[in-house]
């Protein structure tokens, strides 16, 4: 069974910066996609970034720019480097991993922005 333990959430004023790690059980050479996606309350989740296991990377509209993801396959983690933060970044950061049939997700890591 994959698991996935996030770390590096916490709270921090606008402008400031975050690193979430996520760490896999596995290797992750065998996941076909890695991400963090993110869930406001009351909101639905949605995706932050991915990047696959060639690295190409995709980014939200509203985090481009100042969030950068990377993988390291020697540690088998998987990084959210948070960068420019505002208030509405504010959310549970989820790590997720896609190997075919199904996705794993972490337990998440709160990131909370003040004004």
């Known amino acids: 069974q994959v698991q996935l333990v996030e770390s590096g959430g916490g709270v921090v004023q606008a402008g400031g910066s975050l690193r979430l790690s996520c760490a896999a059980s596995?290797?992750?050479?065998?996941?076909?996609?890695m991400g963090w996606y993110r869930q406001a309350p009351g909101e639905q989740r949605r995706l932050v970034a991915t990047i696959t296991s060639g690295s190409a990377t995709k980014y939200a509209d509203s985090v481009k720019g100042r969030f950068i993801i990377s993988r390291d396959n020697t540690k088998n983690t998987v990084t959210l480097q948070m960068n420019s933060l505002k208030p509405e970044d504010t959310a549970v950061y989820y790590c997720?991993?896609?190997?075919?049939?199904?996705?794993?997700w972490g337990q998440g890591t709160q990131v909370s922005v003040s004004s």
């Open positions: 997720n991993a896609f190997l075919v049939p199904r996705d794993y």
């Open positions: 596995e290797s992750i050479d065998m996941f076909i996609n």
